[in-house]
């Protein structure tokens, strides 16, 4: 398995509050990840990062912001959560070079927000 | 990315080969072929890629047309936890491209 955590697994939130999420990888691998899933949208790109301090955006980016400090730790912040948001979120990470380009993902953070 | 097309679902027995069909055909001379799987509630697990060979590893092989226009991935003993939604993904090179998944198609293995 690829060295991949997401902190927390599972979350209840209320409407409105902060929530942020983590991902940890042990792989020194330079682009990480964030996509969420939902039923009948299968899973989509929130953000990207391919580097420290470099991230952009994926399809569904409005109402989420990530920031990336240093290279094994990419974090998700809902700065007021929806109802909308409740969703599987699923990090992962790709070493990015053509040897090293798969993406592997991690287990998932289940956020339901009330 | 260049889109794919698969079956929304389909069965096989336990123990037999299951071929899993996938159809690509405006893919570019610089996209890959990539197969994930997801059981459900875990993310999606990467089994095989390739270009225009045909590739095997410990999980299944990956057979793609010579005009590359289709691919099959075949497991070839499947097990009751091969159950799963596979997606077959087109994704070019480049470390910017990412990976677009359709709806995948549900392989269910019957006892």
């Known amino acids: 398995d690829a060295g991949i955590t997401q902190s927390p697994r599972h979350k209840v939130t209320e409407t409105g509050t902060p929530v942020t999420l983590r991902c940890h990888q042990t792989?020194?691998?330079?682009?990480m990840y964030w996509y969420r899933q939902d039923p009948g949208h299968g899973l989509r790109l929130i953000h990207y990062?391919?580097?420290?301090?470099?991230?952009d955006k994926g399809e569904v980016s409005d109402g989420y912001s990530v920031s990336r400090s240093k290279t094994e730790d990419f974090l998700l912040t809902l700065e007021s959560a929806t109802s909308s948001q409740t969703s599987v979120y699923f990090c992962?990470?790709?070493?990015?070079?053509?040897?090293?380009?798969?993406?592997?993902f991690g287990e998932g953070s289940w956020l339901t927000v009330v | 990315d260049a889109k794919t097309t698969q079956p929304t679902s389909m069965d096989c027995a336990e123990g037999r080969a299951a071929n899993l069909p996938c159809n690509h055909s405006?893919?570019?001379?610089?996209?890959?072929v990539y197969w994930y799987r997801q059981i459900h509630s875990q993310g999606p697990q990467y089994i095989i890629h390739?270009?225009?060979n045909n590739e095997t590893n410990e999980m299944a092989s990956l057979i793609i047309t010579e005009d590359r226009k289709s691919s099959t991935l075949i497991l070839p003993h499947a097990t009751l936890r091969d159950t799963a939604v596979y997606y077959c993904?087109?994704?070019?090179?480049?470390?910017?491209?990412?990976?677009?998944f359709g709806k995948g198609i549900t392989l269910s293995v019957r006892p």
């Open positions: 992962a990470i790709s070493g990015g070079d053509l040897s090293g380009n798969t993406i592997y």
């Open positions: 792989e020194n691998h330079r682009y």
């Open positions: 990062s391919y580097g420290v301090k470099d991230t």
């Open positions: 405006t893919i570019s001379g610089n996209e890959y």
């Open positions: 390739g270009l225009k």
């Open positions: 993904i087109v994704r070019a090179t480049g470390a910017n491209s990412k990976l677009t």
